[in-house]
Every structure is written in structure tokens, then in C-alpha cells.
């Protein structure tokens, strides 16, 4: 998505990869859930 | 008369863009929350998913929690390259399979800290989410250290997954709180930013597209955040 006054390669990058960088958080969550709280 | 004729063609164009991105959004939303729900609550569906024979995790638990990450890697290499259908059927795999995952939230976590985290959650999103359209401050610089903050947050928690520490995991939460309540306020504004440009037809649908499932992730990682915060354990 393309940035307002953001001319940097590096934060464009970033801001492309919300949806990955998001889901990679949540399965990093769910699988502390899931080893801790439920199998732990 | 035409400068007045332009300002509410621009308005226009953003409403019809902000439609379409929340459209996306509460699609991917009732997809997730109703296959969580559906298989969080039935014990029966949920050990034929994810346990398997011998009381251990699944193959179907694994292919069940990477696949999102694939698909989404799928959808924002291929946004300017598949088309409108292909990127459809994308989302709602996604989406889909993100509810799969969520649902294990339903075996750790009493509904009545379900809901009113989901509530807690909601109010911060839409607070927040309102201050990144309407304020005039340039939320660029704020939105990157967020960035760098998840992507430590992201380490963080996979290294806690074998530490385990209790404490860790607190603050870990505490700071995803302020990253993802603050990377809604920075994603807003530069929808903002995008529903400006004009765009129309395809185009704008992809973006709305992507746009309603960035701040789909941002909801849940807040509802997730404040979830391990807020929320009891069974």
C-alpha cells in the first residue's frame, strides 16, 4: 500500500508485508495457546 | 462550482473505497468468528481436526496453522498479478482457515472473556481506527518504529514458545496492545492517503481488498493481545 510522505524502500516494504508480518504474530500467539495453555 | 463539483467527487470516491475496505473486513471477520465458534464449541469436530490418534497435535493442525501465512505471502506478491476472482477465493481460503486457527482459542479461553474482549477490542479499534482518519499529524515516522516493534514482538514470541516465561508473555502482550492499537491509527491514514488517489474499478477493488484484510490482521492481533491480558484461563 503506498505510503503518504514515505519515500523509504525499507518502511515500504513493511507496510507491503502488514498482512504476512500480522499472520506470522498471530500463528506466534496461537501456537503459544496451543502449547502452554491447551498441551502445556 | 467545479472546485465544489471535485471535493465531492473526492468524498465520494473515499466513502465508496472505505465501504469496500470494511466490506472486506467484517467479510474476513464472520468467516473467522463463525467457523472459530463452530469448531472451538464442538469438541468432537475439534479432535477430529487437530488431535490425532495417539493425543498428539495433527498434520491437518499444522497444515491448518502455516497455510495462512502462505496464502497471505500469496496475496500481497500477487495482488498486482492474479486477478479479482483469484485474489477473492484467496480471502476467503484465508479467512477461512485463520477461523480454523482461532478456534483454539475456545478451548483456553472462558466465552465470557471471549466476548468481552472481543467488545474491549472493538471500542479500541474503532477509537483508534477514527483518530488515524481524522487527525492531521503525519503518522509515518510513529508507523515505523511500529513496524520494528512487531517484527521484535514476532521474535519474541517464538523464542517465549520455548522459554515459556509467564512474565515475558506479559509484556509481550502489553506491547502488542500499543503496536496494534497504533499501527490501526497509521494503516487508516494511509488508506486515507490511498482512497485519494482515484482509483476505480479493478484497481480500487484490490486495494479495498488488501486494505480490509491488513486491518482485518490488525483486529485480531489486538483482540489476541488483550485476550491473553484480560482473559482467564480454563
Not at chain 2, 33 to 45: H, R, S
Amino acid at each position: 500500500m503506498g505510503g503518504q510522505s514515505n519515500d523509504k524502500k525499507g518502511d515500504t516494504f513493511f507496510e507491503s508485508s502488514t498482512v504476512a508480518l500480522g499472520t506470522l504474530y498471530t500463528l506466534a500467539l496461537l501456537g503459544i495457546i496451543v502449547y502452554i495453555l491447551i498441551w502445556g | 462550482m467545479s472546485e465544489y463539483n471535485n471535493h465531492y467527487h473526492a468524498a465520494d470516491a473515499t466513502r465508496v473505497f472505505f465501504r469496500s475496505v470494511y466490506t472486506y473486513m467484517f467479510g474476513a471477520l464472520a468467516i473467522s468468528g463463525i467457523l472459530a465458534y463452530v469448531v472451538g464449541t464442538n469438541l468432537d469436530y475439534f479432535a477430529k481436526l487437530f488431535i490425532a490418534a495417539d493425543g498428539g497435535i495433527s498434520f491437518t493442525f499444522w497444515v491448518v496453522i502455516f497455510s495462512p501465512l502462505l496464502i497471505s505471502i500469496a496475496i500481497q506478491w500477487g495482488v498486482e498479478r492474479f486477478s479479482m476472482g483469484t485474489l477473492t477465493l484467496l480471502f476467503i481460503a484465508y479467512s477461512a482457515l485463520m477461523g480454523l486457527s482461532l478456534s483454539t482459542i475456545f478451548i483456553a479461553f472462558p466465552m465470557g472473556d471471549i466476548i468481552r474482549t472481543f467488545f474491549v477490542s472493538a471500542g479500541a479499534f474503532g477509537g483508534m481506527a477514527f483518530l488515524g482518519y481524522t487527525t492531521k499529524v503525519d503518522l509515518t515516522k510513529f508507523g515505523s518504529l511500529l513496524y520494528m516493534l512487531l517484527i521484535g514482538m514476532i521474535i519474541a514470541s517464538i523464542v517465549n514458545m520455548f522459554t515459556k516465561s509467564g512474565e515475558f508473555d506479559f509484556i509481550i502482550s502489553c506491547i502488542g496492545v500499543f503496536v496494534f492499537t497504533g499501527l490501526t491509527a497509521y494503516q487508516m491514514q494511509q488508506l486515507k492517503a490511498v482512497s485519494q488517489q482515484g482509483l476505480s474499478g479493478e484497481r480500487m477493488q484490490k486495494m479495498s481488498l488488501i486494505g480490509g484484510l491488513q486491518l482485518y490482521i490488525l483486529f485480531i492481533n489486538l483482540f489476541l493481545s488483550l485476550l491473553r491480558l484480560l482473559g482467564g484461563r480454563d
